[in-house]
């Protein structure tokens, strides 16, 4: 199964980072746009749940494109690792008690995609070049030298 897969990373890498993005966006379109699922309180701006909602609007559609992939998911690694231990932890030890395992899921491949890159399929990609959107196959990576330039 590695063999068939391993020349798909790069691609997969941008399928995931685009499925994470639409998916953290509605958590950003529930809280300020009421929309797939009207938020249950009122949201204000300068609120953590306000801010968080405008990171998670800008972040995922940053997410979704794949432009500023690194500076864009390092905040969003940053913000999901705040929510789980302001809003979930006080409920308990355990991610599955406290509810936080999406979170930490979250917050997890966020800091991914930082170290990661945004892969083939994104702006980063095709506005600065492959070493932008840096491969974790180290066979797959862009190797730069002095006379490429």
């Known amino acids: 199964m590695r063999a068939y897969l391993a020349p798909w990373s790069p691609q997969l890498l941008s399928i995931l980072r685009i499925v994470t993005g639409f998916l953290f966006i509605l958590h950003g379109t529930q809280k300020w746009l009421g929309y797939p699922v009207p938020s249950p309180n009122p949201v204000q701006l300068w609120s953590l749940t306000g801010i968080a909602g405008a990171l998670e609007l800008s972040g ?13 998911a390092f905040v969003l690694s940053g913000l999901m690792a705040f929510a789980y231990f ?19 899921l979250y917050s997890f ?4 995609f930082a170290a990661a890159g945004g892969g083939p399929w994104s702006l980063d990609h095709a506005l600065r070049g492959p070493e932008e959107s840096w491969s974790p196959d180290p066979a797959l990576r862009r190797r730069t030298t002095p006379n490429d330039a």
């Open 86 to 104: 302001i809003a979930h932890a006080p409920q308990g030890f355990w991610p599955i008690v406290n509810r936080g395992e999406l979170a930490a």
């Open 109 to 112: 491949v966020f800091l991914y």
């Open 60 to 72: 995922g559609a940053l997410m979704i494109l794949g432009l500023f992939t690194r500076p864009a």
